[in-house]
């Protein structure tokens, strides 16, 4: 691909205010020599202002969604993109979110450009876990765990129940739950069919990929390992 293509395509500016940064000997290789827009030279050795480019295409982005902000684009609130430099928003292709988490929940938010990779981690059929821990209203009963395991429970104005889910009890009102699919709502509505309320929520992890110790509103690129983390136990 062109540099100039290339650039625009990482958000760097448009086409028009890209050609000025080639004109203005703005863009160089590793050993400072200029480029032009025509080259065609190995994303790693590109420099703009002497730093290295952003990663190229195939992006994966980790971050410590905090609590609100939404994962919409248009949203007129505050948005995760706002978390990441401005550029990302401009990128060919898109970067978007791996699902979503509501408003209130914070935690593990995905991103990338990559669509087939997006459809892998949130296909049911591959059955990523998706890890959440919620503190709750009410004391546990006792029974969430069998009635969330029995692969039975229906949600409210839905069809089909929900996959076998795990709960793990951390707490009277405190507890950790691992879920194979991402319905609307699905924990806030799974405690709500059992007479409680979640207070408060958060995605831990997602496959074997942990939130870490990203403080909130933090994000890091995903290396092959982390991506492979995520798969880890999936089919
Ligand atoms: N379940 C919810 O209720 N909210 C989320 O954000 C994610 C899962």
């Given at each position: 691909?062109?540099?100039?293509?290339?650039?625009?395509?990482?958000?760097?500016?448009?086409?028009?205010?890209?050609?000025?940064?080639?004109?203005?000997?703005?863009?160089?290789?590793?050993?400072?020599?200029?480029?032009?827009?025509?080259?065609?030279?190995?994303?790693?050795?590109?420099?703009?202002?002497?730093?290295?480019?952003?990663?190229?295409?195939?992006?994966?982005l980790?971050l410590h969604k905090p609590?609100?902000v939404?994962?919409?684009?248009?949203?007129?609130?505050r948005v995760v993109y706002d978390l990441l430099p401005?550029?990302y928003?401009?990128?060919?292709?898109?970067?978007?979110?791996?699902?979503?988490?509501?408003?209130?929940?914070?935690?593990?938010l995905?991103l990338?450009?990559?669509?087939?990779?997006?459809?892998?981690?949130?296909?049911?059929?591959?059955?990523?876990?998706?890890?959440?821990?919620?503190?709750?209203?009410?004391?546990?009963?006792?029974?969430?765990?069998?009635?969330?395991?029995?692969?039975?429970?229906?949600?409210?104005?839905?069809?089909?129940?929900?996959?076998?889910?795990?709960?793990?009890?951390?707490?009277?009102?405190?507890?950790?739950?691992?879920?194979?699919?991402?319905?609307?709502?699905?924990?806030?509505?799974?405690?709500?069919?059992?007479?409680?309320?979640?207070?408060?929520?958060?995605?831990?992890?997602?496959?074997?990929?942990?939130?870490?110790?990203?403080?909130p509103g933090e994000w890091?690129?995903?290396?092959?390992?982390?991506?492979?983390?995520?798969?880890?136990?999936?089919?």
């Open positions: 691909m062109k540099l100039v293509k290339l650039l625009a395509n990482l958000g760097y500016g448009s086409r028009k205010d890209v050609a000025w940064m080639f004109r203005e000997g703005r863009v160089t290789d590793a050993d400072g020599e200029v480029l032009y827009a025509d080259d065609k030279v190995e994303h790693a050795r590109i420099r703009l202002d002497g730093e290295p480019l952003d990663p190229p295409t195939g992006l994966v980790m609590l609100g939404t994962c919409s684009r248009k949203d007129p609130g401005s550029r928003r401009m990128r060919e292709p898109a970067l978007s979110t791996v699902g979503r988490l509501d408003r209130d929940t914070s935690g593990l995905l990338t450009d990559d669509g087939a990779l997006l459809h892998r981690i949130i296909s049911p059929r591959a059955e990523v876990a998706k890890v959440y821990e919620a503190t709750l209203a009410d004391d546990l009963r006792g029974d969430e765990a069998a009635l969330f395991a029995s692969g039975t429970l229906l949600l409210e104005s839905e069809t089909t129940p929900l996959a076998p889910a795990t709960l793990d009890v951390l707490g009277p009102r405190h507890a950790r739950l691992t879920l194979h699919e991402g319905r609307y709502h699905q924990v806030r509505r799974m405690f709500a069919a059992t007479g409680n309320r979640v207070e408060t929520l958060q995605r831990v992890a997602i496959g074997a990929l942990a939130l870490d110790a990203l403080a890091r690129a995903l290396e092959a390992d982390d991506v492979a983390r995520i798969f880890a136990g999936a089919r």
